[in-house]
């Protein structure tokens, strides 16, 4: 394929990957940005070390999906799932969801975690800053979380649910799950230091 070709993917066939800022310069090198028509890479870099980050961030959303549950192993759902999500956020925002899924990845990703130490029989919680690869994958895994936890105590739809908890998060707003989570990790690792 001829590079112009590949610059002029869209994906959905809507929503470019040109112009999305990533404001955390640190997550720069960990989320993937480039351009594909259907987030489906086939698992290409399964048996490879770190090569997930590799992976679009569209397609990371998709796999965290694909959990236990009504989409449990079927991409093609998640797919959709997200396809509608994408429409609802363009239709309330009229922007991009592409950046609007990374405004909020940005900001429900914890800087800060507390980790166990053991010594001499006692445990001491210890704050540790957390990898950036880590950082996109724990923000990734708390959206989809607060979406499935939103259906399951009402009867909106996971697409609803999973562009709420987009459009919450990006917004940087207490309401999203993803961001208390966040809020709550950084509190108890700086209680810990």
């Known amino acids: 394929m001829s590079t112009s070709l590949i610059n002029n993917l869209k994906l959905f066939n809507e929503y470019s990957f040109d112009n999305i800022e990533i ?5 720069q090198p960990f989320i993937s940005l480039k351009p594909i028509y259907i ?7 399964e048996h490879k070390k770190f090569k997930k980050s590799e992976v679009n961030i569209v397609e990371r959303l998709v796999n965290k999906l694909m959990r236990p549950g009504n989409a449990g192993g079927k991409k093609a759902h998640a797919i ?11 239709l309330q925002t009229n922007q991009n969801p592409v950046q609007i899924l990374i405004n ?4 429900s990703a914890p800087a800060e975690d507390v980790t166990t130490i053991s010594y001499g029989g006692a445990a001491y919680h210890v704050s540790v800053d957390v990898s950036p690869q880590r950082r996109v994958d ?8 607060g979406a499935r936890r939103h259906v399951k105590k009402n009867t909106t739809p996971i697409e609803e649910a999973l562009t709420n908890e ?3 998060a990006s917004n940087n707003s207490n309401s999203s799950y993803a961001v208390s989570k966040k809020l709550e990790k950084e509190r108890i690792a700086v209680s810990s230091r």
């Open 138 to 145: 724990v923000a990734l895994k708390n959206l989809t979380d």
């Open 23 to 27: 404001l955390d310069s640190s997550l």
């Open 39 to 45: 987030p489906w890479s086939g698992g290409r870099h």
């Open 80 to 90: 959709a799932l997200v396809r509608i999500c994408f429409k609802m956020i363009y």
């Open 166 to 168: 987009i459009l919450a």
């Open 104 to 107: 909020a990845i940005v900001n």
